[in-house]
């Protein structure tokens, strides 16, 4: 289960110095998600995840003028495992051929321009990238850098049933908007899998075409191909090959 709520109000001259203020209280799955009354742009949404009022499980989006917040657990084999295989396969090419970072789920990604702010469940960043304008790492309040603000050359969302809207519509647009060259989706909640890679087109994003399974990625100059394999168990693996 995920909420959406609009824009609470307005935030004092320091809202940083009173975190726990009389805000928006939402009760989602059981956990109550206080949503402080000055948290009502993507900067005070930002300052909000530094405070020790924010949540430490859920995953909890400023997305284009709303604050998103999903509460409900990973699935293991419709999202969890799936995420790994992406996580493993691209993180090698990321230290061999394909030189950068790939980043999991627990960044904070921010772009100004789409007006968003959240943790998508991969993020690949090449060496390029870094060391263009296009990215800029930001340290946190403790210390150790804890958010990348720009464009990064590629997002990964794995779709569930909470953030299906989310995942298809919002930010599809949005990583548009953020002029995100591919955005990665995988739905591993039917039997058979399904793997889209869109590319960055002038009017929006354009499905790249699945030949035989194999999809062509841009920004790694590879192809890709997810291979499901059902157990008896009723439990499922994946394999993300490449050549």
């Known amino acids: 289960m995920n909420a959406a709520v609009a824009r609470p109000g307005r935030r004092p001259k320091t809202p940083h110095h009173n975190p726990v203020e009389p805000g928006v209280r939402i009760i989602v799955n059981d956990i109550v998600l206080h949503?402080?009354?000055?948290?009502?742009?993507?900067?005070?949404?930002r300052r909000w995840s530094e405070t020790e009022g924010f949540p430490e499980r859920g995953n909890i989006w400023w997305l284009c003028g709303e604050v998103w917040a999903?509460?409900?657990?990973?699935?293991?084999?419709s999202h969890l495992a799936a995420k790994q295989e992406f996580f493993r396969v691209l993180g090698n090419l990321a230290k061999s051929?394909?030189?950068?970072?790939v980043i999991p789920d627990g960044l904070l990604l921010s772009n100004f321009a789409a007006d968003i702010s959240g943790n998508p469940d991969a993020t690949f960043i090449s060496e390029a990238t870094l060391e263009s304008d296009r990215v800029r790492l930001v340290e946190g309040a403790k210390g150790g850098y804890v958010e990348v603000q720009g464009t990064p050359d590629m997002v990964l969302e794995v779709v569930s049933d909470s953030s299906e809207k989310k995942d298809l519509?919002?930010?599809?647009?949005?990583y548009w908007k953020a002029q995100v060259p591919e955005y990665w989706l995988v739905d591993a909640r039917d039997e058979q899998a399904k793997f889209d890679i869109w590319k960055l087109a002038p009017n929006g994003y354009r499905r790249i075409p699945n030949r035989h399974g194999w999809l062509v990625s841009g920004v790694f100059g590879k192809s890709?191909?997810?291979?499901?394999?059902?157990?008896?168990?009723?439990?499922?693996s994946f394999t993300l090959e490449v050549r």
């Open 35 to 45: 949503l402080p009354g000055w948290v009502g742009s993507i900067d005070s949404f």
């Open 70 to 77: 999903d509460m409900s657990k990973e699935q293991i084999f």
């Open 97 to 101: 051929d394909c030189p950068g970072m």
């Open 169 to 174: 519509v919002t930010l599809m647009e949005a």
């Open 224 to 236: 890709f191909r997810l291979v499901v394999t059902g157990h008896r168990t009723g439990r499922k």
